[in-house]
Protein backbone atom coordinates (compact mmCIF):
# COMPACT_ATOMS: atom_id res chain seq x y z
CA UNK A 1 0.00 0.00 0.00
CA UNK A 2 1.59 3.65 -1.22
CA UNK A 3 1.40 6.44 1.29
CA UNK A 4 -1.30 9.16 0.91
CA UNK A 5 -0.37 12.16 -0.38
CA UNK A 6 0.45 14.81 2.31
CA UNK A 7 -1.47 17.45 0.78
CA UNK A 8 -4.37 15.16 1.60
CA UNK A 9 -3.12 13.96 4.81
CA UNK A 10 -3.53 17.84 6.05
CA UNK A 11 -6.31 19.09 4.04
CA UNK A 12 -9.41 19.92 6.08
CA UNK A 13 -12.13 17.75 5.78
CA UNK A 14 -16.14 17.42 5.67
CA UNK A 15 -18.33 14.65 7.13
CA UNK A 16 -16.25 11.48 6.43
CA UNK A 17 -19.65 10.14 5.85
CA UNK A 18 -23.14 11.77 5.37
CA UNK A 19 -25.36 11.02 7.97
CA UNK A 20 -23.16 9.50 10.46
CA UNK A 21 -22.20 11.56 13.38
CA UNK A 22 -18.52 13.59 13.44
CA UNK A 23 -16.23 13.00 15.87
CA UNK A 24 -15.46 15.77 18.32
CA UNK A 25 -12.24 17.30 18.71
CA UNK A 26 -11.20 19.16 21.83
CA UNK A 27 -7.66 20.68 22.31
CA UNK A 28 -5.48 20.85 25.39
CA UNK A 29 -6.27 24.90 25.84
CA UNK A 30 -10.13 24.39 25.30
CA UNK A 31 -10.04 22.76 28.76
CA UNK A 32 -8.02 23.74 31.36
CA UNK A 33 -7.10 22.20 34.50
CA UNK A 34 -8.79 23.38 37.79
CA UNK A 35 -8.27 23.14 41.21
CA UNK A 36 -10.13 19.21 42.74
CA UNK A 37 -8.72 19.59 46.16
CA UNK A 38 -4.86 20.16 47.66
CA UNK A 39 -2.77 18.51 45.48
CA UNK A 40 -4.97 17.74 42.73
CA UNK A 41 -5.81 19.62 39.42
CA UNK A 42 -8.37 18.22 36.96
CA UNK A 43 -9.30 18.86 32.81
CA UNK A 44 -13.17 17.30 32.31
CA UNK A 45 -12.65 16.25 28.83
CA UNK A 46 -16.26 14.47 28.80
CA UNK A 47 -19.36 14.03 30.90
CA UNK A 48 -22.56 11.93 30.55
CA UNK A 49 -24.85 12.27 34.07
CA UNK A 50 -27.63 10.07 32.45
CA UNK A 51 -24.48 6.91 31.87
CA UNK A 52 -22.69 8.12 34.79
CA UNK A 53 -19.61 8.40 32.74
CA UNK A 54 -16.72 10.72 33.35
CA UNK A 55 -13.52 10.90 31.36
CA UNK A 56 -11.09 13.40 33.30
CA UNK A 57 -7.30 14.01 32.64
CA UNK A 58 -6.13 14.36 36.47
CA UNK A 59 -2.40 15.78 37.84
CA UNK A 60 -1.43 14.78 41.24
CA UNK A 61 1.69 16.95 43.20
CA UNK A 62 4.28 14.81 44.36
CA UNK A 63 3.66 13.38 47.68
CA UNK A 64 -0.24 13.59 47.22
CA UNK A 65 -2.28 10.99 48.62
CA UNK A 66 -6.23 11.07 48.41
CA UNK A 67 -9.23 9.23 50.03
CA UNK A 68 -10.14 6.31 50.14
CA UNK A 69 -12.97 5.09 47.93
CA UNK A 70 -14.76 2.56 46.24
CA UNK A 71 -15.42 2.72 42.83
CA UNK A 72 -19.43 1.80 41.71
CA UNK A 73 -18.27 1.14 38.39
CA UNK A 74 -15.21 0.03 36.04
CA UNK A 75 -12.08 2.71 35.72
CA UNK A 76 -9.61 3.10 33.06
CA UNK A 77 -6.82 5.19 33.76
CA UNK A 78 -3.59 5.23 31.50
CA UNK A 79 -0.29 7.49 33.03
CA UNK A 80 1.86 9.96 30.94
CA UNK A 81 4.11 11.20 33.51
CA UNK A 82 5.24 10.53 37.12
CA UNK A 83 4.69 7.42 39.29
CA UNK A 84 2.26 6.74 41.20
CA UNK A 85 0.18 3.81 43.11
CA UNK A 86 -2.34 2.48 45.51
CA UNK A 87 -1.59 2.13 48.95
CA UNK A 88 -2.97 -1.45 48.68
CA UNK A 89 -1.44 -2.67 46.16
CA UNK A 90 2.54 -2.93 45.16
CA UNK A 91 2.54 -1.90 41.59
CA UNK A 92 3.55 1.38 40.76
CA UNK A 93 2.03 2.99 37.53
CA UNK A 94 4.66 4.89 35.56
CA UNK A 95 4.47 6.33 32.12
CA UNK A 96 2.43 4.02 29.85
CA UNK A 97 0.83 1.73 32.45
CA UNK A 98 -2.15 1.22 31.62
CA UNK A 99 -4.76 0.37 35.05
CA UNK A 100 -8.04 -1.46 35.07
CA UNK A 101 -9.97 -1.34 37.61
CA UNK A 102 -13.33 -3.57 38.18
CA UNK A 103 -16.01 -2.28 40.39
CA UNK A 104 -16.33 -2.49 43.55
CA UNK A 105 -12.44 -1.81 44.38
CA UNK A 106 -11.12 0.02 46.92
CA UNK A 107 -8.09 2.03 46.93
CA UNK A 108 -6.02 4.94 48.13
CA UNK A 109 -4.50 6.56 45.16
CA UNK A 110 -0.87 8.25 46.55
CA UNK A 111 1.62 10.09 44.25
CA UNK A 112 5.35 9.13 44.94
CA UNK A 113 7.15 11.98 46.62
CA UNK A 114 10.10 11.45 44.51
CA UNK A 115 8.13 12.52 41.23
CA UNK A 116 9.99 15.79 39.98
CA UNK A 117 6.33 16.91 38.34
CA UNK A 118 3.12 16.32 39.01
CA UNK A 119 1.88 12.61 38.20
CA UNK A 120 0.05 12.84 34.93
CA UNK A 121 -3.34 10.27 34.43
CA UNK A 122 -6.01 9.93 32.32
CA UNK A 123 -9.02 8.20 33.78
CA UNK A 124 -12.62 7.20 32.16
CA UNK A 125 -14.69 6.53 35.05
CA UNK A 126 -17.92 4.79 34.90
CA UNK A 127 -20.26 5.29 37.92
CA UNK A 128 -19.45 7.45 41.62
CA UNK A 129 -16.70 7.04 43.98
CA UNK A 130 -17.81 6.70 47.07
CA UNK A 131 -15.21 8.52 49.63
CA UNK A 132 -14.64 6.30 52.34
CA UNK A 133 -13.91 7.58 56.50
CA UNK A 134 -11.61 5.48 58.28
CA UNK A 135 -13.60 2.90 59.27
CA UNK A 136 -14.94 2.29 55.75
CA UNK A 137 -18.16 4.12 55.64
CA UNK A 138 -19.20 6.34 52.82
CA UNK A 139 -18.49 9.98 53.65
CA UNK A 140 -19.23 11.28 50.61
CA UNK A 141 -20.09 10.71 46.68
CA UNK A 142 -18.04 11.90 43.79
CA UNK A 143 -19.98 11.06 40.10
CA UNK A 144 -20.28 12.54 36.61
CA UNK A 145 -22.53 15.30 37.73
CA UNK A 146 -20.85 16.50 40.81
CA UNK A 147 -17.33 16.24 38.78
CA UNK A 148 -19.35 18.48 35.99
CA UNK A 149 -19.95 20.89 38.40
CA UNK A 150 -16.73 20.99 40.41
CA UNK A 151 -15.13 21.70 37.37
CA UNK A 152 -17.45 24.71 35.87
CA UNK A 153 -17.21 26.26 39.38
CA UNK A 154 -13.43 26.18 39.43
CA UNK A 155 -13.76 27.71 36.11
CA UNK A 156 -15.92 30.37 36.75
CA UNK A 157 -13.29 31.37 40.06
CA UNK A 158 -10.39 31.51 37.84
CA UNK A 159 -12.77 33.78 35.65
CA UNK A 160 -12.54 31.55 32.83
CA UNK A 161 -15.06 30.91 30.43
CA UNK A 162 -17.23 28.40 30.36
CA UNK A 163 -15.60 25.45 28.76
CA UNK A 164 -17.15 23.08 25.72
CA UNK A 165 -16.68 19.93 27.66
CA UNK A 166 -18.20 16.74 25.40
CA UNK A 167 -21.10 15.57 26.58
CA UNK A 168 -22.01 18.81 28.85
Known amino acids: MSPRPQAAVN ?11 AAMHRGEEELPFVYFTDGVEFQLMQVDIELG ?27 TRGAWRYLEYPEVNRPGSYLYEPAGSVHTLHALGENTEPADIFFAISGANLNLDDD ?7 DAGSVLRTYLQGCE ?6 PNVIGA
Open 136 to 142: GNVESVT
Open 157 to 162: RAGLPR
Open 53 to 79: LWIVRTKFAPGTTVQRHRHTGTVYAYT
Open 11 to 21: APSATAIPGIP
